[in-house]
């Protein structure tokens, strides 16, 4: 009964444990954004002025438009996931020769992802400013 039960805990485990890092961190972010939103919200309605602490605050995790610069190293970043995937499928496989096809089409998902943020940047009409 309990061997039963162990693939189905494990796979849970995994993909609960991949949500949890993804939802987690943004559902905080946004807790913490609705509070000060309230906090500033009653500071206004009673008159008081509001500090330049707190709107700087509220606009730091601004998100920008992303730059031709920001998508070349996105691109690069997700081409080196898929190169390692499949370096890993290589070298996990050595003994067998078939072993290594999967891991290579895993790591092909990744690296056509960078590939097209790679050619998307030179498409991106946001250009980064050189200082």
């Known amino acids: 009964m309990l061997e039963d039960l162990a693939p189905i805990v494990a796979i849970l485990s995994i993909f609960g444990g991949i949500t949890a890092m993804i939802v987690l961190p943004s559902y905080f972010k946004s807790k913490e954004r609705r509070e000060m939103q309230a906090t500033l919200r009653a500071a206004i309605e009673k008159g008081q002025p509001v500090p330049p602490e707190m709107i700087d605050a509220m606009t730091r995790n601004v998100k920008v438009a992303p730059t031709a610069l920001s998508d ?3 691109g690069i970043i997700w081409v080196a996931v898929g190169v390692g995937i499949a370096t890993f499928g290589y070298f996990v496989s050595y003994e067998e020769a078939d ?3 999967p891991m ?22 946001n250009k980064s400013k050189q200082p």
């Open 104 to 125: 290579l089409g895993m790591g092909a998902i990744p690296g056509i992802v960078g590939l097209t943020y790679i050619v998307l940047s030179f498409f991106n009409p």
């Open 72 to 74: 070349l190293r996105t």
């Open 99 to 101: 072993a290594f096809h």
